[in-house]
Structures are given as C-alpha cells and as structure tokens.
Nanobody
Framework: QVQLVESGVVLVQAVGSLRLSCVAS????????MGWYLQAPGKQRELIET???????NYADSVKGRFTITRGDAKNMVYIQMNSLKSEDTAVYYC???????????WGKGTQVTVSS
C-alpha cells in the first residue's frame, strides 16, 4: 500500500509560479513511477508529467517548458514546479504513484489550484 498527500499554494495570479509537493508513505520502495495529473473543470483527468525511479521525466505538450517534475533525495517526495501560469491551468492536481509489479496506480486526494487572471 502507498499513501500520497499533496500540499502547496492553491491560489496564484496568472504568469506567477507555484510549487506543489507530494509525499508518499507506506511501501515506497515498490514505486516505479510518480507523476501528476490535472483535472480542469468539466474535463477529463489528464496526465501531465511523470518521473521514474531512475529520474527519467516525461511531459505533456500542454505543460512542456513551463512545468517541471522533480523528486526529493529521499525518493518519497515529488514536486511540480509550475511557471508562467495561465488561467487555464486552474484545475485539481493529483499526485500518483505507479507500482508496476502489481499493475496498480495510487492516487492522492488532489489539490485545487486556482489561477486568477
């Protein structure tokens, strides 16, 4: 079992920046990939970035160049640095952790981020 808790600033102005963090607990040794999804109002949940246990990252085109995913030294933390924010980045942001051996994806409860114009 893996538990994920997100935290960070939830209200920011457009063109500003913010960083969300996610801490994993439980069987963190089993995590292969961590990532972030967002779900904008009225839209489906969308994968925006991932980072493997080896540090390889991948980004959706919608955030490439603006968002950065990193992991903490302890490997149970993952961060999303969000720059040049737009009002359309307003969404609930979810942290995820994938455990390949059991083919299961764990989810945090999500953090509402609102970007005001």
């Amino acid at each position: 079992q893996v538990q994920l808790v997100e935290s960070g600033v939830v209200l920011v102005q457009a063109v500003g920046s913010l960083r969300l963090s996610c801490v994993a607990s439980g069987s963190i040794f089993a995590i292969n990939v961590m990532g972030w999804y967002l779900q904008a109002p009225g839209k489906q949940r969308e994968l925006i970035e991932t980072i493997t246990s080896g540090g390889r990252t991948n980004y959706a085109d919608s955030v490439k160049g603006r968002f950065t995913i990193t992991r903490g030294d302890a490997k149970n933390m993952v961060y999303i640095q969000m720059n040049s924010l737009k009002s359309e980045d307003t969404a609930v942001y979810y942290c995820t952790a994938a455990v390949v051996v059991v083919n299961y994806n764990y989810w945090g409860k999500g953090t509402q981020v609102t970007v005001s114009s």
